[in-house]
């Protein structure tokens, strides 16, 4: 019963590196979600996929890329890393019913120095 | 305008202290459900509880209550004789029936000292 997996845990980027931020769910869940937790601010959303082949902006987008590989995985890019992006950085996915809640992935902590 | 306020940021009782901590939220939905989460210092996000706009009713499980007033838009939870394992961040979030998205609040932190 692995959930939501996310890799990698730890990740440390110099300014201007790229990364992918990889998810996978095995619930056959049809919506994902990438959010970033920073202290005192709770979690927003980057981007999510509301089903397979479709992306939307969430609250805070800009410096990144989402793709939604399958109906499995999506994948959260960043382009050229800045120390703004220090981050924890969460994947969820959930039901298509709005009444679900979402499961989340373990996290990924991120340091851009 | 969606939003979730936990206005205690942080909250420190003593073991077997009974605690509540508050969740305000704002939506113009009718239809719209309501969360709450817990992240221990290991980090993970685990599911508490989900309640919907058209069920009023308080629910218990174990040490753990929630109440949930459309009156005022607040959805509180009050773990009963508190332990030590309860330490952690307690998230609360709305999800409205015309959306996929889950907000959050700003969560608040308890600490619970033995």
């Known amino acids: 019963n692995a959930g939501v997996t996310q890799t990698p845990k730890f990740q440390v980027l110099k300014t201007g590196q790229s990364m992918t931020l990889q998810c996978a769910q095995d619930?056959?869940?049809?919506?994902m979600y990438w959010y970033r937790q920073d202290p005192g601010m709770g979690l927003r959303l980057i981007y999510y996929s509301a089903s397979e082949g479709t992306t939307d902006k969430g609250e805070v987008p800009n410096g990144y890329n989402v793709s939604r590989l399958n109906k499995r995985e999506f994948s959260l890019r960043l382009e050229s890393a800045a120390p703004s992006q220090t981050s924890v950085y969460f994947c969820?996915?959930?039901?298509?019913?709005?009444?679900?809640?979402?499961?989340f992935g373990s996290g990924t902590r991120l340091t851009v120095v | 305008a969606q939003k979730v306020t936990q206005a205690q940021t942080e909250i420190s009782v003593v073991e077997k202290e009974d605690v509540t901590l508050d969740c305000v939220y704002e939506t113009r939905d009718t239809t719209y459900y309501l969360f709450w989460y817990k992240q221990p210092p290991s980090g993970e996000l685990v599911f508490l509880i989900r309640r919907n706009s058209f069920d009023e009713q308080n629910e218990i499980s174990g040490r753990y209550s929630w109440n949930f007033q459309k009156s005022t838009s607040s959805f509180n939870f009050t773990i009963t004789a508190s332990q030590v394992v309860d330490s952690a961040v307690y998230f609360c979030?709305?999800?409205?029936?015309?959306?996929?998205?889950?907000?959050f609040g700003s969560g608040t932190r308890l600490l619970v000292r033995p």
């Open positions: 619930m056959n869940h049809n919506s």
């Open positions: 969820a996915s959930s039901e298509k019913t709005h009444r679900s809640g979402y499961t």
């Open positions: 979030a709305l999800r409205m029936d015309s959306s996929y998205k889950l907000i």
